[in-house]
């Protein structure tokens, strides 16, 4: 297979969100297990919200044109309580917190708002605003309007939404079949006694950690072997996954094996290489209708180049509307170097406002550390060779926030 040259960030972000071209089947789950899960319809209001005029206090209410009045209390009103209009000339209603206000009354006004009240009466002061404190019907949202479009994803505060319509099942995409593995005979599973030359399989397990942040399962696949003929048996079966991922043996100086299986099975990729640091082996494709991340071997590498580039291709897999990163203005806090040239992925913290630099940017792709004490991402340009103290930034968190616009990450 001809290797082509390194292409540039932002080409590889295009190429592989191009890679999808579907959608995944529907299904209807229960609201109790809606949580996280991608809309594949529309859904819209079919109950008011609120549903009737009611009370957003506990009070007297009135007409508004009684303001100044002492009024007597014609009914008390409790939540639940069905009352139809039946004030009287200088007549109020004692009123609880989300009961439904009569039709003859438009205001509502807290007890500690009183100038007195009793049992029987309730002195009302002058300066009164109309419809204080009510929660006139449909305020929210009304009957027929979207409160959700296809390819959101459902929290919890979404959840509470639905709810309120008594909505108890929706539909949803079905959620992807991903699988991630390792390669390296030296790779030894957590549950595994590892000798001094021997590590464990880090890549793996970090990569299905991520995933999962992001709303994903994926299935543990274990260590491709380091064999060109049982590498291409073991990757054969791996097609009936929406998703693939990998790291490992696909560097350009090592032993392509990896790229070599999957190209007896059908892969084509759609670039091989990146022009940035950490990440340059990366790789992207499709293997039949299956889409295939093949992520470097460095744990902070693979880590961080399946943030960038495989999590915003699984999302838009996903059926997903916002999948685009959506960058942070930040202030640079302390000044560092980095290569012109290339893209340089940065790690640091952001805290209050600034980001600031892990160790002077003095690190490698094979460390864990960088990503356990960073929270944030910066990515220069490739002709940036300097960021200074005070220089405006754009950072990516690295729980990320996604956009359903296209976001540049230059600064």
């Known amino acids: 297979m001809k290797k082509e ?5 932002d080409e590889a972000i295009d190429r592989s969100l191009k890679l999808v071209s579907t959608k995944p089947p529907h299904e209807w789950v229960s609201i109790f297990e809606a949580l996280g899960r991608t809309l594949a319809r529309n859904i819209t209001c079919k109950k008011n919200l609120p549903s009737y005029n ?36 200088n007549e109020c209603y004692k009123i609880m917190t989300g009961a439904k206000v009569p039709l003859d009354a438009d205001t509502i006004i807290p007890f500690e708002d009183c100038l007195f009240y009793d049992d029987r009466q309730s002195q009302i002061p002058l300066h009164v605003k109309r419809g204080n404190a009510f929660r006139f019907k449909g305020e929210e949202q009304e009957v027929g309007s979207q409160l959700f479009s296809a390819g959101e994803v459902l929290n919890a505060r979404g959840i509470a939404l639905l709810a309120s319509q008594g909505i108890a099942h929706i539909e949803v995409y079905k959620q992807l079949h991903i699988a991630v593995f390792s390669t390296g005979d030296e790779l030894k599973k957590p549950w595994e006694e590892a000798s001094e030359d021997e590590i464990y399989d880090v890549n793996a397990l970090s990569l299905i950690a991520l995933l999962t942040e992001h709303g994903f399962k994926a299935h543990y696949g274990g260590v491709i072997p380091d064999n060109l003929d049982e590498a291409k048996r073991y990757l054969s079966e791996m097609k009936r996954y929406d998703a693939i991922v990998t790291s490992g043996g696909v560097s350009m100086g090592e032993a392509d094996f990896v790229e070599k299986a999957l190209v007896e099975n059908g892969f084509e990729a759609s670039f091989h290489g990146i022009n940035i640091k950490p990440g340059k ?11 295939v991340a093949s992520m470097p071997g460095n744990p902070l590498a693979a880590f961080v180049n399946a943030l960038l580039f495989l999590v915003p291709v699984l999302k838009k897999l996903q059926g997903q509307k916002f999948f685009n990163f959506d960058y942070i203005n930040a202030i640079n806090k302390v000044t560092f170097k980095v290569k012109a040239g290339r893209v340089n992925i940065v790690l640091g913290e952001l805290k209050n406002g600034e980001f600031k630099v892990y160790g002077e940017n003095k690190y490698g792709s094979g460390m864990i550390a960088p990503l356990v004490n960073s929270t944030a991402i910066l990515i220069t340009d490739d002709a940036t060779s300097l960021i200074r103290e005070g220089d405006n930034i754009k950072i990516l968190p690295m729980l990320t926030i996604f956009s359903q616009e296209k976001a540049s990450f230059k600064n």
């Open 5 to 9: 040259t390194s292409v540039s960030f």
């Open 54 to 89: 009611n009370a957003a206090m506990d009070g007297f209410a009135i007409k508004h044109e009684d303001a100044g009045k002492t009024l007597n209390i014609k009914a008390t009103i409790l939540a639940g309580d069905v009352i139809e209009a039946c004030l009287g000339k």
């Open 281 to 291: 082996p990366t790789m992207m494709g499709k293997m039949g209708e299956t889409i």
